[in-house]
């Protein structure tokens, strides 16, 4: 599928409520009639098609070059929707629920109903969750289906956190994007399987696993998060992603860095680094990335993906970067970039 041009519907810089209506009721047109539009979350940009149409969904593997055996997170507006999607609502999962949607926490139940069967790459569970950025509440609403919407960046690369970026890997493969500004997270939401008992985490992300045990006590952990040896449950998280052109290696020990790109750039390498406004200007390289403020995680995570692609625009060969403590949002933040850099650690 390729379309002559990507439509941008930019409600972020736009002061009109009446044209800001008209492009979410374009949009929500668009998904109604089977197309793929690409809008913003909380956390990242999700490219949406309608989760009850077969055929709609088949754009999105396309458009992504996804493998299919990796099934699609279906976003709703309200309770009511999920009620029709889902078998059981367990305990923990309506505690779970009542404390953090909408908001950056998908929970897997066990399926029923119309959603279309290559959303879940032919699993009986299904993957769900109520998003909070006000956009996509309303887009979904409009639409008045059930969105299932991947993050919205070709297959592998960084999840897209700007319109910007949803332009730059999907321009012509998609029939629009919605652009409402940065996203606020920039990472994924946490995946948290509720059809076992205790709950399980298959992705860190937006909702702390601390936040998760405040409120449901036991949480287990998929244990190919902490050895990558194991296979691990959730299908998405076998593949390699995040990665930039270059060759990234993190490494602990942060006086190591400037000898390590000292000695890349005598090779004749591009080099760059990821560190923190902390200690930006302690380097010395082609490209240095602060991203964000080490004393606040969020800052880091809200920028870690515009800072992966940023060292591809500088098209830099060799990148080190710091590490980050595996707590709170550091623990999502340390999972991406562990993943970006294909386990290379120093
Ligand atoms: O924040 C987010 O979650 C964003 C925004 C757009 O909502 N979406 C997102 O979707 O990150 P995606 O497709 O990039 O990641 C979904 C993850 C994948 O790792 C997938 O394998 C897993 O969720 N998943 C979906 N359904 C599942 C299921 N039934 N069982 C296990 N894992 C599932
Ligand atoms: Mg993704």
Redesign the pocket.
Known sequence: MSYKQTKILDVDKINNEDKKREYISDAAMWISEGEVVAFP?E????LGANALDEKAIAKIFEAKGRPSD????V?IANRDQLSELVTEITPAAEKLMEAFWPG?L?I?FKKKGPIASNV?AG?D???I?M?SHPLALKLIEAANVPVA????NLSGKP?PTTAAHVYHDLQGRIAGVVDGGSTGVGL??T?L?CSVDPPML??P??VTIEELKEVVGEVAVDPSLKNIEDAP?????KYTHYAPKGSLSLVNDVSCIQALLDEAREQGKKVGVLTTEERAAEYEADTVIACGAREDLSTVAAKLYDALRQFDQENVDVIYSETFPNEGVGAAIMNRLEKAAGGRVI
């Open positions: 979350t956390t990242v940009y999700g990796n099934p699609l997170i976003h950056p998908t897997i879940t699993l569970t299904v993957a969750r998003p919407a991947p993050s919205a999840s994924e939401s995946v399987d298959y992705r992300g937006g449950r959730s299908p998405g998280m």
